[in-house]
């Protein structure tokens, strides 16, 4: 035979014996991993309880994220009507943070959405807090007044042109709140007899951002 012929075969040889290497090192791997996954199995048999344990704190993990999501993201409300522009718009679709009223009221300015007398059967309003519980609230000239003193807002509001009820003075009780539409002259508000102050237990939260439409995507100042 001659020399090339001699220096294939032994090339082929070298490399029928790297294969068999490497095949032997697989077949190696997957026994081990087979016999780790056994006893893995092995060991939840032996240990339903354990297992199950397991499988129940994952469970109550996912709940309660899901049910701080909700509180804090999840609840959303269609405003309705025209009471809200420029803030808001009519089908504008708002989330709630409801939690937070849970353990404290509305701050001054708030916007918030309630049931109208705590009704189940009505859609939630949206208007802007203005008046806190205890406070003194008139409107004199389009001017708000608290406890006598002419409140200066931060944003530009139209000026009222009706104060309705508010022409006198409304003190508030320990759980109501004086709310107005951002849009005064086309708002039903707390001016008026039809809806009045808004108690506590009939917010249902603080509306913080627009879902939709897009283009009215974002925070509510």
Same mark, same amino acid.
């Given at each position: 035979? $001659?020399?090339?012929?001699?220096?294939?075969?032994?090339?082929?040889?070298?490399?029928?014996?790297?294969?068999?290497?490497?095949?032997? #090192?697989?077949?190696?791997?997957?026994?081990?991993? %087979?016999?780790?996954?056994?006893?893995?199995?092995?060991?939840?048999?032996?240990?339903? #309880?354990?297992?199950?344990?397991?499988?129940?704190?994952?469970?109550?993990?996912?709940?309660?994220?899901?049910?701080?999501?909700?509180?804090?993201?999840?609840?959303?409300?269609?405003?309705?009507?025209?009471? %809200?522009? $420029?803030?808001?718009?009519?089908?504008?679709?708002?989330?709630?943070?409801?939690?937070?009223?849970?353990?404290? !009221?509305?701050?001054?300015?708030?916007?918030?959405?309630?049931?109208?007398? !705590? $009704?189940?059967?009505?859609?939630?309003?949206?208007?802007?807090?203005?008046?806190?519980?205890?406070?003194? #609230?008139?409107?004199?000239?389009?001017?708000?007044?608290?406890?006598?003193?002419?409140?200066?807002?931060?944003?530009?509001?139209?000026?009222?042109?009706?104060?309705? %009820?508010?022409?006198?003075?409304?003190?508030?009780?320990?759980?109501?709140?004086?709310?107005? !539409?951002?849009?005064?002259?086309?708002?039903?508000?707390?001016?008026?007899?039809? %809806?009045?102050?808004?108690?506590?237990?009939?917010?249902?939260?603080?509306?913080?951002?627009?879902?939709?439409? $897009?283009?009215?995507?974002?925070?509510?100042?």
């Amino acid at each position: 035979m $001659s020399r090339t012929g001699r220096n294939r075969r032994e090339r082929d040889r070298r490399n029928k014996d790297r294969i068999s290497q490497e095949q032997a #090192i697989q077949e190696k791997h997957s026994r081990r991993e %087979m016999r780790k996954q056994k006893k893995e199995r092995e060991k939840v048999r032996k240990n339903p #309880i354990k297992a199950g344990l397991g499988w129940l704190f994952q469970i109550i993990v996912v709940i309660l994220f899901a049910y701080i999501a909700v509180f804090f993201f999840g609840q959303s409300r269609t405003n309705i009507g025209q009471a %809200m522009n $420029s803030t808001l718009s009519g089908g504008d679709v708002v989330l709630l943070n409801e939690l937070s009223y849970r353990f404290s !009221g509305p701050s001054r300015e708030d916007v918030i959405s309630f049931k109208l007398n !705590g $009704s189940e059967d009505t859609h939630s309003y949206i208007r802007r807090v203005i008046g806190l519980p205890g406070e003194t #609230i008139q409107i004199i000239d389009g001017m708000i007044y608290i406890n006598g003193s002419v409140y200066l807002e931060t944003q530009g509001f139209p000026q009222m042109e009706n104060a309705g %009820m508010a022409a006198q003075e409304i003190t508030l009780g320990e759980d109501e709140y004086f709310v107005l !539409g951002d849009n005064r002259n086309q708002s039903e508000d707390s001016r008026f007899a039809d %809806m009045g102050n808004v108690k506590l237990e009939d917010i249902e939260g603080k509306v913080w951002a627009v879902l939709s439409p $897009s283009d009215h995507r974002g925070l509510v100042k």
